[in-house]
């Protein structure tokens, strides 16, 4: 039977919601540009990559531009949410995180960060959670974006860990693939009919047990 030793954990949609404020920087760039981007198309950026962002962002406001304009843009963007971030508080973290964290250290498991974003580091230390984690891999450390498994095996090798004893958490489809690709267990946090390929999916940290990681769901095969 396999036992977990590590736990990989995404940052934007599970460890604090920070897509609202992406949203709120995409959409004032977008009327900026002079074209609408609503929360229904913000959906579309979830777990993918600011530049990957900006493309989605463009092709919704039916814009063709140069490479030296997008970065610029993308640029703009992310000082504005930068603005929003610098005044998050732990009263952000989403419900149960922190006690799950804790919970794991308290029972030996290691904890990484894999995370699409270059600004988890501002986020972690304003609510204060920077030293829950042994391992930080984030969008500087990456070169291929979710699905793709680089963020995840980076992270158990960090923690010294192989990808068959780790479960990653994830808000994202792609992030479930990418934890697929990279021979790991995961948790999906949100929607079952989005993440169904997921081992389980759950509504958030707060219902995440130490029976439920090394449950018989994670040992088929093992
Ligand atoms: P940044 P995750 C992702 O974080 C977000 O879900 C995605 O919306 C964002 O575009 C991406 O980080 C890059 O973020 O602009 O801060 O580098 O879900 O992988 O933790
Ligand atoms: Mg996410």
């Given at each position: 039977m396999?036992?977990?030793?590590a ?6 949609g599970?460890?604090v919601d920070?897509?609202?404020y992406?949203y709120l920087a995409w959409?004032?760039l977008a009327?900026?540009?002079g ?6 198309h ?5 777990g ?5 962002s900006?493309e989605?962002?463009l ?13 610029k ?11 929003y971030?610098?005044?998050?508080t ?18 030996k498991i ?6 699409a974003?270059?600004?988890?580091m ?5 609510v204060g959670?920077?030293?829950?984690f042994d391992?930080?891999v984030?969008?500087?450390n990456i070169t291929h974006?979710k699905p793709?498994p ?8 960090e ?34 009919k989005?993440?169904?390929k997921?081992n389980?999916v759950?509504s ?12 018989q769901i994670?040992c088929?095969g093992?």
């Amino acid at each position: 039977m396999t036992k977990i030793k590590a736990c990989l954990f995404d940052l934007d949609g599970v460890i604090v919601d920070t897509a609202k404020y992406h949203y709120l920087a995409w959409r004032r760039l977008a009327k900026e540009l002079g074209f609408d981007f609503t929360e229904e198309h913000n959906e579309r950026l979830k777990g993918i990559s600011r530049m990957d962002s900006l493309e989605i962002l463009l092709e919704v406001g039916g814009l063709t531009l140069d490479e030296n304009v997008k970065v610029k843009l993308a640029e703009k963007k992310n000082n504005w949410y930068c603005e929003y971030i610098a005044k998050m508080t732990p009263d952000e973290i989403l419900p149960g995180t922190k006690e799950f964290l804790e919970l794991l250290r308290g029972n030996k498991i290691k904890i990484a960060l894999g995370s699409a974003s270059k600004n988890s580091m501002s986020i972690l230390t304003n609510v204060g959670l920077v030293n829950h984690f042994d391992a930080i891999v984030d969008g500087n450390n990456i070169t291929h974006a979710k699905p793709d498994p680089q963020v995840f095996l980076l992270g158990a090798k960090e923690l010294g860990v192989a990808p068959e004893e780790c479960v990653v958490f994830e808000d994202a489809r792609a992030g479930i693939e990418a934890a697929i690709n990279a021979g790991m267990y995961s948790v999906g946090i949100g929607d079952p009919k989005i993440l169904n390929k997921a081992n389980i999916v759950v509504s958030s940290l707060k219902e995440m047990t130490l029976e439920k990681l090394n449950s018989q769901i994670y040992c088929k095969g093992a």
